[in-house]
């Protein structure tokens, strides 16, 4: 059975998910974007791969780190899944690399809750919120998620929410410097300008209106049943509960405010809502509904990438 394969941790878990991403990111390639073939073209591709790796490699650290899920493969497994169902978001551009940089961040936002350097982690994850800013600039709002943190784990001396003022201030600063040099400032601040949109005409229907709604219904389930267990146990993880389901809806808010609704911007819905599932899969305990949820999963993949053919 499928969904018990996912229950442990052993290389053949990560080579079967490896194959399973390789052969979405590939079908993202030649049935969704479908590039003018080149060389150069082939070695970014590979190259991209390698980008890749390092996020699942961060997911994976920020998981396990801070005990946000079990010791098995469901976040792995869900991740890709999720790069399957919004194949948009396997294409190297600004939302992709501001997401990237977003991973850095959470990697030190959600390790607040140690005591092990918190203003340096306080720093660090403003910092990083800046830099992806410059990419695209709602991931601004994350700097709201840093506070949070602060707060949730209460490290909330006025010095710590000042230090990642401090760190998300210091790339604008730099890259406003780099520009005032190359006389281009107006290229800057057009970066950082919040433009919305309601408009939903241009996206594809199937991810949005049934994919969307579908996970936003799973991942509130999990919330609450998940909710109704922490209760029940250690106060450790109500804090970092509280984050995810505060990063949840900020991805949210973004996903229905931002201009770009072309997929590429469900991104940043996929760490919560991973970490979600994955807490989800722990707590059934019937055989048939892990394997429904499995295999559903694998089917709305299919549904989403025919949803692209002509």
Same mark, same amino acid.
């Given at each position: 059975?499928?969904?018990?394969?996912?229950n442990k941790?052993?290389?053949?878990?990560?080579?079967?998910?490896?194959?399973?991403?390789?052969?979405?990111?590939?079908?993202?390639?030649f049935?969704?974007?479908?590039?003018?073939?080149s060389i150069?073209?082939?070695?970014?591709k590979?190259?991209?791969l390698?980008?890749?790796?390092i996020?699942?490699?961060?997911?994976?650290?920020?998981n396990?780190?801070?005990q946000?899920s079990?010791?098995?493969s469901y976040?792995q497994?869900?991740?890709?899944?999720?790069f399957?169902?919004?194949?948009q978001?396997?294409?190297?551009?600004?939302i992709f690399?501001?997401?990237?940089f977003l991973?850095l961040?959470?990697?030190?936002l959600y390790?607040?809750?140690?005591?092990?350097?918190?203003?340096?982690?306080?720093?660090?994850?403003?910092?990083?919120?800046?830099?992806?800013?410059?990419f695209?600039v709602?991931s601004?709002?994350f700097?709201?998620?840093?506070f949070i943190a602060?707060?949730?784990?209460?490290k909330?001396?006025?010095?710590?929410?000042?230090?990642?003022?401090v760190?998300?201030?210091?790339?604008?600063?730099?890259a406003?410097?780099?520009?005032?040099?190359?006389?281009?400032?107006l290229?800057?601040?057009?970066?950082?300008?919040f433009?919305?949109?309601?408009?939903?005409?241009?996206v594809?229907?199937?991810n949005y *209106?049934? +994919?969307?709604?579908f996970? /936003?219904l799973?991942?509130?389930?999990a919330i609450? =049943?998940?909710?109704? &267990? $922490?209760?029940t146990?250690?106060n450790?993880?109500?804090?970092?509960?509280?984050?995810l389901?505060?990063h949840?809806?900020?991805a949210?808010?973004?996903?229905?405010?931002?201009?770009?609704?072309?997929?590429?911007?469900? *991104?940043? +819905?996929?760490f919560p809502? /991973?970490?979600?599932?994955a807490?989800?899969?722990? =707590?059934?305990?019937? &055989? $048939?509904?892990k394997?429904?949820?499995v295999?559903?999963?694998f089917?709305l993949?299919?549904?989403?990438?025919?949803?692209?053919?002509?």
């Open positions: 059975m499928i969904a018990n394969f996912f941790t052993k290389p053949i878990q990560a080579i079967f998910i490896s194959v399973l991403f390789l052969t979405f990111y590939l079908s993202s390639i049935l969704i974007e479908k590039p003018d073939f150069i073209l082939l070695l970014k590979v190259g991209f390698f980008v890749f790796l996020i699942f490699f961060l997911i994976r650290f920020i396990r780190k801070n946000l079990g010791q098995d976040v497994l869900f991740l890709v899944l999720m399957g169902l919004f194949p978001t396997m294409f190297i551009e600004d690399i501001a997401h990237f991973l961040s959470f990697r030190r390790s607040i809750r140690s005591f092990k350097n918190v203003k340096q982690k306080a720093f660090d994850s403003g910092f990083w919120i800046g830099v992806a800013s410059l695209y709602w601004s709002l700097l709201l998620l840093a602060i707060l949730v784990y209460k909330q001396e006025i010095r710590n929410t000042i230090i990642v003022f760190g998300f201030i210091t790339p604008l600063f730099l406003f410097t780099y520009y005032l040099l190359t006389d281009s400032s290229l800057f601040f057009d970066k950082l300008i433009e919305y949109s309601f408009n939903f005409d241009n594809s229907l199937f *209106l049934i +994919l969307a709604n996970i /936003i799973i991942v509130v389930i609450i =049943l998940v909710k109704l &267990k $922490i209760n146990l250690s450790d993880l109500k804090p970092s509960w509280i984050l389901v505060s949840f809806l900020i949210i808010y973004i996903i229905l405010f931002s201009v770009e609704k072309v997929g590429s911007e469900f *991104l940043f +819905l996929f809502t /991973i970490i979600f599932l807490n989800l899969m722990q =707590l059934i305990t019937n &055989k $048939i509904i394997e429904v949820i295999y559903g999963g089917l993949v299919l549904g989403s990438f025919y949803s692209f053919l002509p």
